[in-house]
Nanobody
Framework: QVQLVESGGGLVQPGGSLRLSCAAS??????LGWYRQAPGKQRELVAS???????NYADSVKGRFTVTRDNAKNTVYLQMNSLKPEDTAVYYC?????????WGQGTQVTVSS
């Protein structure tokens, strides 16, 4: 069973920055990604990175968020800059391998003054 452990969420003022981390228990994956879900809304893709290094961002975060990975640590990061109140959500790490989809427990990000 693949395990994903997230960290790095918290409360930040508008315009601030946070870095989320997700440590995976496996180095085997097709896609690593970050999703978020705000209250009353559907879960949405924020950013993803394939094993080959292709990166995809939601339009709403382009230019502000950066996804990277450390292969030696089996860890994927989400650097979030210029945060806005509308970025407030629970952020989930996602790992896709073969036909399986795994999720982390989620970490709360709140952007508020």
């Amino acid at each position: 069973q693949v395990q994903l452990v997230e960290s790095g969420g918290g409360l930040v003022q508008p315009g601030g920055s946070l870095r989320l981390s997700c440590a995976a228990s496996t180095s085997i994956f097709s896609i690593l990604g970050w999703y978020r879900q705000a209250p009353g809304k559907q879960r949405e893709l924020v950013a993803s990175i394939t094993r080959g290094g292709s990166i995809n961002y939601a339009d709403s975060v382009k230019g502000r968020f950066t996804v990277t990975r450390d292969n030696a640590k089996n860890t994927v990061y989400l650097q979030m800059n210029s945060l806005k109140p509308e970025d407030t959500a629970v952020y989930y790490c996602n790992l896709q391998v073969f036909l399986n989809n795994y999720w982390g427990q989620g970490t709360q990000v709140t952007v508020s003054s």
